[in-house]
């Protein structure tokens, strides 16, 4: 009855950080779609400074840690540049948080967008060259259109990715369910009721993530071999 009790007086402050890692998880998902796709065209292009640029951006995020990025961007550029005089010393933590989300996540969704390109048969592109489609149309009503169904399930498991890694967000001092928790747990010395209330929050969102892309999949009919 104890715990039960300690969770119930913590939730409130506990769901305020929940709602703003939701807030934060939807923006970053949006924004490495949109980086991801840029990207991949950019891999596949017929120009090679595309192919070059997108290729160092993808191995660079890739290959360096999240938690070290997020202290680059948010603490290290300011210190060198304006940023905190431009965008205001409260504002442009948050919006470079979630721009180095955006990058990171955006390098792995690129090459998930470059192999559901890539895996729609040849074919198709022939055939819609064969009728006067040009590239961009060609891409724009028959590539992708494709290739989106065979990337709903690795980019599902991608956004639960941004999900999860959000919580990176606490050690740079950006306010998100983590972050509440352990103002919580400081004032209550209450770990473990908190951190198992944190972890159960957590597994309800990506759980329910996982199932309505599992609907959507269904409704759009993947094919799953």
Do not use: C
Not at 24 to 50: C, K, P, Q, T, Y
Not at 100 to 125: F, S
Request: glycine share 6%; net charge positive.
């Amino acid at each position: 009855m104890v715990i039960l009790q300690v969770i119930w007086s913590s939730l409130p402050v506990v769901l305020s950080g929940l709602w703003l890692t939701i807030e934060f998880s939807l923006i970053a998902i949006v924004l490495e779609v949109i980086i991801g796709l840029i990207a991949a065209l950019m891999r596949l292009s017929n120009v090679a400074v595309l192919r070059w640029i997108a290729t160092a951006f993808v191995e660079l995020f890739r290959s360096t840690p999240l938690l070290v990025q997020l202290f680059f961007i948010v603490v290290g550029l300011p210190s060198i540049l304006p940023l905190n005089h431009i965008f205001g010393p409260r504002f442009y933590p948050i919006l470079g948080a979630i721009v180095t989300l955006g990058l990171n996540e955006g390098a792995y969704v690129t090459e998930i967008v470059r192999a559901g390109i890539l895996g729609v048969d040849r074919g198709q592109k022939e055939a819609a060259a064969s009728i006067g489609m040009n590239g961009f149309q060609t891409m724009r009503y028959i590539v992708l259109p494709q290739a989106f169904k065979r990337m709903i399930p690795p980019l599902v498991n991608q956004a639960a990715q941004t999900i999860k890694d959000t919580t990176l967000l606490a050690p740079i001092g950006i306010v998100e369910m983590l972050y509440k928790s352990q103002t919580v747990i400081a004032e209550t010395f209450k770990a473990f009721q908190i951190y198992s209330l944190v972890a159960v929050l957590y597994f309800i969102i990506i759980f329910a993530v996982s199932k309505l892309a599992a609907y959507t999949e269904r409704r759009l009919q993947v094919d799953k071999r």
